[in-house]
């Protein structure tokens, strides 16, 4: 029997339209902290008082405190091999699209083009009144909120909690689900909803599922045809390794 590389590099190389699905922990090894569980960044700024739509329209000046304290954590965070592996898969024309639940800018900055951010992105904010965005530099903070030209209020160009996500991102990511016959799936524990109902989507229409988790989730233990267990730096380079062979 091939091993799981072999499986998936197979996969990849003979489908006809793939597609990467991709969590939080593909940044982990970028420097970028976990938002959930022991440690992560919800311990220290509760959701219902830092991260929710409702305390941002409450008290905004807070909020984008939170965001610029943030903002001062990644400073220093650069994309990762696993990252960059992802670019060069769509390069080889092996991946069509990134989708993510991350708000880092990282794919974009390893290289990937057509990426889909479900949640949006931390380098932008938006007019609350007009919709105009405007690019946004966490490491710059403001003397006061940030207005609009309009004078509307700017938020960061992110889902809050209690916000729905982007019409596009949820129609071009379901459109692309039902679409692959191929999906990977990085750094998600298949525990944040919708995203994670879009390898159960894929898997639904016959794709082959690759999975890069550091352990076994959900996925790995009903939908995944090729589990490649480690940090995502280490387990995603060598697979573009085995689609080049």
Not at 10 to 15: F, I
Not at 72 to 93: G, I, W
Not at 101 to 113: M, P, R, Y
Request: glycine content about 8%.
């Amino acid at each position: 029997m091939k091993n799981p590389y072999e499986n998936a590099a197979h996969a990849l190389r003979n489908a006809r339209l793939a597609v990467a699905v991709t969590g939080a922990g593909i940044s982990v090894e970028s420097g970028i902290p976990s938002f959930r569980g022991e440690g992560g960044i919800w311990t220290k700024y509760p959701i219902e008082e830092f991260a929710s739509i409702d305390a941002f329209l409450a008290n905004p000046k807070k909020v984008w405190g939170f965001w610029y304290e943030l903002g001062d954590m990644l400073r220093d965070c650069k994309p990762n091999p696993a990252h960059y592996a992802l670019a060069e898969l769509e390069k080889m024309e092996m991946c069509r699209a990134v989708i993510t639940q991350n708000i880092d800018n990282l794919h974009q900055e390893a290289g990937s083009v057509h990426v889909i951010e479900y949640h949006g992105n931390s380098h932008r904010m938006v007019c609350m009144d007009c919709g105009r965005g405007h690019p946004l530099d966490l490491t710059k903070p403001p003397s006061g909120v940030p207005r609009c030209v309009c004078n509307g209020l700017m938020k960061p160009d992110v889902v809050m909690f209690g916000e729905l996500i982007p019409e596009y991102a949820l129609i071009e990511s379901h459109k692309l689900a039902r679409q692959c016959d191929v999906m990977i799936v990085v750094g998600t524990s298949a525990a944040v909803f919708p995203a994670a109902r879009l390898p159960y989507t894929a898997k639904d229409d016959g794709a082959f599922i690759i999975e890069a988790n550091i352990e076994e989730t959900d996925f790995t233990r009903s939908i995944t045809d090729a589990f490649l267990e480690g940090p995502a730096g280490e387990t995603l380079p060598e697979l573009v390794q085995y689609a080049k062979a």
